[in-house]
Each structure stands twice: as structure tokens, then as C-alpha cells.
């Protein structure tokens, strides 16, 4: 049974920063790519970032880039977002998801998704 479980989300302020762990287990993929998406109040979910498991080719969305790193932690089955200056239109629901193979930005192509976790930032 695959179970993604998202934490580290929270209330900051502009600027501030806050870092997303996604702990994984009954993966049955041997190359999957790990991925952040995010759906903020009346929009569709929008991909953030990504990483494959072996080798670590990242992308990234254009509204990110320079501001949030994605990492993983193979020996622990997790993957992390620290996300860096902060801005308020970064506020919505961030959810862990994973692809057998490719990396995608189409939500409806990866296979298995975490309950999210809230990130609102104030300004």
C-alpha cells in the first residue's frame, strides 16, 4: 500500500521561509520521480517541482525557480521542498505525488498523491 504523508506546513510571513517533507513507503516503482504540486482556493492544481529518485534531475516551475529547492533523502524514502522568500501567492494546499518514470507537470499523469499540506503566507 503506497502512502504518501505530507508535514512542515504552517503560516509564515512574506519573505519567510518553510521546508516540506513527504515521507514515502510502498513505493512499487523502481525509478519513480517525486513531485510538488500546489492548488490554491478556486484554482487548478499546478505543478511546483520534481525529482527522480536515481540521479536526481530536478525541474521546476518558472514561478519557483531561485526561490524553492527540491531535495530527497533516498536512505529515508523522503523528499523535500524548502521553499525561500515567500510570497503571498505562494499560499495554497502543497501535495506530494509520485510518477512511475516521468517527469511531468500534468497533474492527472502521476500516480499517487499525499492529503496536502496548507501553506498560507501573510503579508
Known amino acids: 500500500q503506497v502512502q504518501l504523508v505530507e508535514s512542515g506546513g504552517g503560516l509564515v510571513q512574506a519573505g519567510g521561509s518553510l521546508r516540506l517533507s513527504c515521507a514515502a513507503s510502498?513505493?512499487?516503482?523502481?525509478?519513480?520521480?517525486m513531485g510538488w504540486f500546489r492548488q490554491a482556493p478556486g484554482k487548478e492544481r499546478e505543478f511546483v517541482a520534481a525529482?527522480?529518485?536515481?540521479?536526481?534531475?530536478?525541474r521546476y516551475a518558472d514561478a519557483v525557480k531561485g526561490r524553492f529547492t527540491i531535495s530527497k533523502d533516498n536512505a529515508k524514502n523522503t523528499v523535500f521542498l524548502q521553499m525561500s522568500d515567500l510570497k503571498p501567492e505562494d499560499t495554497a494546499d502543497y501535495y506530494c505525488?509520485?510518477?512511475?518514470?516521468?517527469?511531468?507537470?500534468?497533474?492527472?499523469?502521476?500516480?499517487?498523491w499525499g492529503q496536502g499540506t496548507q501553506v498560507t503566507v501573510s503579508s
Open positions: 505525488a509520485v510518477e512511475r518514470y516521468l517527469i511531468t507537470t500534468i497533474p492527472e499523469r502521476w500516480d499517487y
Open positions: 525529482i527522480k529518485w536515481s540521479g536526481g534531475l530536478t
Open positions: 510502498g513505493l512499487p516503482f523502481s525509478n519513480p520521480v
